[in-house]
C-alpha cells in the first residue's frame, strides 16, 4: 500500500532562517508527489509536485522539495523562511492505481518572528 | 472567482438528520473528488467522478454516503442519518485528466458539526 509520513507535527523556525519539513514515502513503482499547504479556514494550496525529472522540484511562494529515491524522501525547504509561510503542511502520494491522494498526517509550521 | 467552490461553509445539525453538501468544480475539469479530514488528521479520499460516472468508492464511505455527479459539472454528497462521527470538514477538489497526471485543486470546504 502507497503512503507517506511526516515525522515532525510541529516545526518552528525563525524568520530568515532556511526550513526542512520532512516526508518520507512508501510506493510501488514511480511515485507522484505532492506539497499541500492548508492556511486557517482556507483550502489546501498546491505547491509542488514531483513526476519525473530533476530531482529538485521548485513550487510557489519560493518553496521548493528535493526528491530522493534512495532515502524515499520528499523534503520540502525554503532558504528564508517568512511569518507568512505558519500553515499546515501536507506531504502526498498519488495512488498509481488510480487518481486518490493518499496525504500524510501534515506538519505544522511556525515561523517565529 | 473559478476556483471551486462548496456550499455551505458550515453546517450545523442534530444527529439523525441528513445534510447535502454541493461542490462546484473548475468548470473545463473532468475529474471531481471527495475528501474527509478530521482535526490533526491529512484528508482521506471518499469518492471521485470521471465526468458523471463514479469510479471509486473508499471503505470509508458507509451506506449512509452516497455521492453524485448527475450532469458531470457539479456534485452532491449526501449522509444519512448523521452521526456525531461525521462531524469534519469534507473537501472537494478537481482536475483535468491528461496524459501527464495533473494535481487537484481544492475547495474551501464544508465544515460539518453533529451535535
Known amino acids: 500500500a502507497q503512503s507517506v509520513a511526516q515525522p515532525e507535527d510541529q516545526v518552528n523556525v525563525a524568520e530568515g532562517n532556511p526550513l526542512t519539513v520532512k516526508c518520507t514515502y512508501s510506493?510501488?513503482?514511480?511515485?507522484?508527489l505532492f506539497w499541500y499547504v492548508q492556511y486557517p479556514n482556507r483550502g489546501l494550496q498546491f505547491l509542488l509536485k514531483y513526476i519525473t525529472g530533476d530531482n529538485l522540484v521548485k513550487g510557489s511562494y519560493g518553496f521548493e522539495a528535493e526528491f530522493n529515491k534512495s532515502q524515499t524522501s520528499f523534503h520540502l525547504k525554503k532558504p528564508s523562511a517568512l511569518v507568512s509561510d505558519s500553515a499546515l503542511y501536507f506531504c502526498?502520494?498519488?495512488?498509481?492505481?488510480?487518481?486518490?491522494?493518499?496525504f500524510g498526517k501534515g506538519t505544522r509550521l511556525h515561523i517565529l518572528p | 472567482d473559478t476556483g471551486v467552490s462548496q456550499d455551505p461553509r458550515h453546517k450545523i445539525t442534530k444527529r439523525g438528520q441528513n445534510v447535502t453538501f454541493r461542490c462546484d468544480p473548475i468548470s473545463e475539469h473532468n475529474r471531481l473528488y471527495w475528501y474527509r479530514q478530521t482535526l490533526g488528521q491529512g484528508p482521506e479520499f471518499l469518492t471521485y467522478f470521471q465526468n458523471e460516472a463514479q469510479l471509486e468508492k473508499s471503505r470509508l464511505l458507509s451506506d449512509r454516503f452516497s455521492a453524485e455527479r448527475p450532469k458531470g459539472s457539479f456534485s452532491t454528497l449526501e449522509i444519512q442519518r448523521t452521526e456525531q462521527g461525521d462531524s469534519a470538514m469534507y473537501l472537494c477538489?478537481?482536475?483535468?485528466?491528461?496524459?501527464?497526471?495533473?494535481?487537484?485543486?481544492f475547495g474551501p470546504g464544508t465544515r460539518l458539526t453533529v451535535l
Open positions: 502526498a502520494v498519488r495512488d498509481m492505481f488510480g487518481d486518490k491522494i493518499i
Open positions: 477538489a478537481s482536475s483535468l485528466r491528461e496524459l501527464v497526471r495533473d494535481e487537484q485543486f
Open positions: 510506493v510501488s513503482g514511480n511515485p507522484y
